[in-house]
């Protein structure tokens, strides 16, 4: 029998655990208030095993078993569901004051309530062993006295009453303080069975005992199903917060890049658009003001450079839009079928007509076509070549081939220029980087990063390479279209659009 007590003790332990858990990191006050009904069960089955072992001892007979075990049983039993119905009014008409203190000091409450609740069961046993002679007798031997009938029917009353309080709101409440209708509704059949069975020890005496502990188990495995869901969800909550915070922490790089990225770009205008504006500004002012005393080859030489100016600032334009369109992530492709002599044949019909004459094309193995966006092709190759043209005073060449899988095909512009600084080519397609400083090349460093850019976007690769002895060769790969017999598939997408969308 001991047994039994002992596994109820337990139950309600686990059971007052896990309910004020449940208060301290953010529960209802009546949660706490439950928490401490199911702590009062717990600690006077203390006093109350005790005595039952005195009772063992001394025989159904002494004082221990007709005046102080069954008091302690009334006390136990029928007490816990009184209390619970006590505690839901003490919250329901607690101060706001100090409902707001007990929310923000959520430990020191649970602290100062448990220590009452130790008080009351210390208070609550010493009474009853203290007066036990004084006290009428609830058990005659083995049997039940009038007073003890009177005792258990007052008890039943209580129980019934504070069921009746208890699930009037019921469905308000959240599921952990749901279930102790459970607990209350077996004490009423405790109660029922100990006014049946009048006598100790029997069958009716046994069955309320193991409901009342039946009700433990079934109390604490719903709590601990219910605690087992909310950790679930707070671990998925958890989940979702760090994905978010992660998908945070990228747009705030993203954001960071973002901001570096159009820094650098309003640096490199600054510097790179002074020095043009400030040759024509020069030029313009010699005509204005010396026109007069100026040669007709001197005026045709200032127009020549002002026009070379003029176009390098639309160079740097046209750049720099295509530029805003094309960083990593925002490149739209619409790729097709591009037959290489198509691509190449584009590329030298757009040139002027003294740039075409110095470039000699070879346009690779027939019917050879790649699966790239026809617009980025040209715009990438079409870089290459007036770089060339540019900066390459002898022929260029312009020539498609397969690599040596057969999967690729390889663009080449080669020149006979003066090359690149061996320790420049590592930052040759980087953004805003450029020759300038160390050779004849001008520009604000955005032709190259583009086109690795545009390249990257349709799959391919562009890379640089020294010709010796002297010259440069840029190279563009693109993997070659699956059923060459295709074509591209709108003249519109052919000839016309801006390169990145």
Not at 28 to 39: E, H, K, P
Not at 57 to 81: K, Q
Not at 89 to 102: I, S, T
Not at 211 to 234: K, P
Request: aromatic share 6%; charged share 15%; hydrophobic share 50%.
């Amino acid at each position: 029998m001991l047994a039994i007590f002992v596994l109820m003790a337990a139950a309600d332990l686990l059971t007052t655990h896990l309910l004020l858990q449940q208060f301290l990191v953010g529960g209802r006050l009546a949660t706490l208030g439950l928490s401490l009904a199911y702590l009062y069960s717990s600690l006077m089955m203390l006093p109350y095993v005790v005595v039952f072992a005195q009772v063992q001892r001394w025989g159904p007979s002494s004082i221990w078993a007709e005046v102080c075990l069954p008091w302690l049983a009334v006390i136990l039993f029928f007490g816990f569901p009184v209390l619970v119905a006590v505690q839901q009014g003490v919250v329901a008409a607690l101060p706001a004051r100090l409902g707001r203190q007990a929310r923000t000091r959520r430990r020191a409450a649970a602290a100062i309530a448990a220590a009452l609740i130790l008080a009351l069961v210390a208070a609550v046993t010493g009474l009853v062993i203290g007066a036990a002679d004084r006290l009428p007798s609830l058990y005659q031997g083995d049997m039940q006295t009038t007073a003890g009938m009177w005792a258990v029917s007052a008890g039943l009353l209580a129980v019934a009453v504070s069921l009746l309080a208890v699930t009037r709101d019921l469905s308000h409440r959240p599921p952990v303080e749901r279930w102790v209708v459970v607990a209350i509704s077996a004490s009423l059949g405790a109660a029922s069975l100990h006014i049946v069975a009048s006598q100790r020890y029997t069958l009716g005496w046994y069955a309320g005992r193991v409901a009342l502990l039946i009700s433990s188990g079934v109390v604490l495995v719903a709590l601990l199903a219910e605690t087992a869901t909310l950790y679930r969800q707070l671990s998925a909550a958890h989940h979702e917060l760090s994905r978010r915070a992660e998908h945070l922490a990228a747009a705030n790089l993203e954001l960071e890049a973002t901001g570096t990225w159009k820094s650098d770009i309003i640096a490199t205008l600054t510097h790179e658009i002074n020095q043009p504006l400030a040759v024509i500004s020069a030029y313009s002012e010699e005509l204005t003001h010396e026109w007069d005393t100026t040669t007709d080859d001197e005026r045709r030489a200032a127009v020549q450079a002002l026009g070379k100016r003029v176009d390098q600032l639309l160079d740097m334009a046209a750049h720099l839009l295509a530029l805003c369109r094309a960083e990593p992530g925002q490149i739209h492709t619409q790729p097709v079928a591009l037959p290489v002599r198509q691509a190449l044949t584009r590329v030298t019909d757009n040139l002027p007509k003294k740039a075409r004459k110095r470039v000699d094309a070879t346009y690779g193995p027939p019917a050879a076509a790649v699966w790239a966006d026809p617009v980025h092709t040209h715009e990438v190759l079409t870089n290459f070549v007036t770089n060339a043209v540019k900066y390459s005073p002898g022929d260029i060449r312009l020539s498609a081939a397969l690599d040596d899988t057969g999967n690729d095909i390889l663009f080449a512009v080669s020149d006979e220029g003066d090359g690149v600084p061996p320790d420049f080519v590592a930052h040759l397609f980087d953004r805003f980087t450029q020759v300038g400083q160390t050779g004849p090349r001008t520009g604000a460093g955005f032709g190259l990063y583009l086109s690795k850019l545009l390249a990257e976007a349709n799959h391919g690769q562009v890379w640089y390479e020294a010709v010796v002895p002297h010259g440069s060769r840029f190279v563009l790969r693109l993997p070659r279209a699956q059923q060459s017999s295709q074509t591209a598939a709108s003249l519109d997408l052919m000839n016309g659009e801006p390169p990145p969308q």
